[in-house]
């Protein structure tokens, strides 16, 4: 129940696209939906995060859409450039006391020139 | 702005040794996370400390062992190595105000060990 589904698990996109990655959860005591980037060899970055009382967020090149009903979140990359190819984490915080996040598994995008 | 400081960045070992990861959080963070991160993998929450006290623990091996110390830094403590360890281990920090929904946690650079 503290699984994040995400998908796909490889992207590639074309320079000036949009790329979209999915990710699903189950439990309803997640508050929050963070995304990360992460550059081979390096941490993870917090790229932007939602909580579940938007619907969407917005921050330059980065949007994310998120139904709480359907208990699904997504990241939209738009005009996707060969600097965004990296791997991208969503994950979800479980607060119940302490604070738990918890990942999908990964997509690694790969935006060609 | 100063980030989350992890050591060693790189390190060798041989099966069957110790080893101790250091992690120094963001100034003022008071939260702590250990992370393990397999090639092609997530990252696989190990444990949490929240000023010193661990908060919570997740697949962290029993051969496995952190603390947070007064100064907040932490130290994984790891023995008896497997070459199955070998991963990179990352450290986030995070400040945990009251009553705040945000908390986002910032990772460290990682630290890469290999076990041969």
């Known amino acids: 129940q503290q699984q994040v589904k995400q998908s796909p698990q490889s992207l590639i996109v074309q320079k000036g696209g949009i790329s979209i990655i999915n990710c699903a959860y189950e439990?309803?005591?997640?508050?929050?939906f963070p995304w990360y980037q992460q550059f081979p060899g390096k941490g993870p970055a917090l790229l932007i995060a939602?909580?579940?009382?938007?619907s969407e967020k917005k921050e330059g090149r980065f949007t994310i859409s998120f139904n709480k009903s359907a208990k699904q979140f997504s990241l939209h990359i738009m005009d996707s450039q060969p600097g965004d190819s990296a791997t991208y984490f969503c994950?979800?915080?479980?607060?119940?006391?302490?604070?738990?996040?918890?990942f999908g598994t990964g997509t690694r995008l790969k935006v060609l020139a | 702005a100063a980030g989350v400081i992890q050591s060693p960045r790189h390190l060798i070992k041989e099966k069957r040794e110790t080893a101790t990861l250091k992690c120094y959080p963001i100034?003022?963070?008071?939260?702590v996370y250990w992370y393990q991160q397999g090639p092609g993998q997530d990252p696989q929450f190990l444990i949490s400390?929240?000023?010193?006290?661990?908060?919570d623990k997740g697949s962290i091996p029993d051969r496995f062992s952190a603390q947070q110390f007064s100064d907040y830094h932490s130290e994984l403590n790891m023995s008896s190595l497997e070459l199955g360890d070998s991963a990179l281990y990352f450290c986030?920090?995070?400040?945990?105000?009251?009553?705040?929904?945000?908390?986002?946690?910032?990772f460290g650079p990682g630290t890469r060990l290999t076990v041969l």
């Open positions: 986030a920090s995070s400040l945990r105000t009251s009553g705040t929904i945000r908390n986002e946690q910032f």
């Open positions: 439990n309803t005591a997640f508050d929050y």
């Open positions: 939602i909580r579940p009382d938007v």
């Open positions: 994950a979800a915080r479980l607060s119940s006391g302490t604070y738990k996040y918890i």
């Open positions: 100034p003022r963070h008071d939260t």
């Open positions: 400390f929240y000023e010193k006290m661990q908060s």
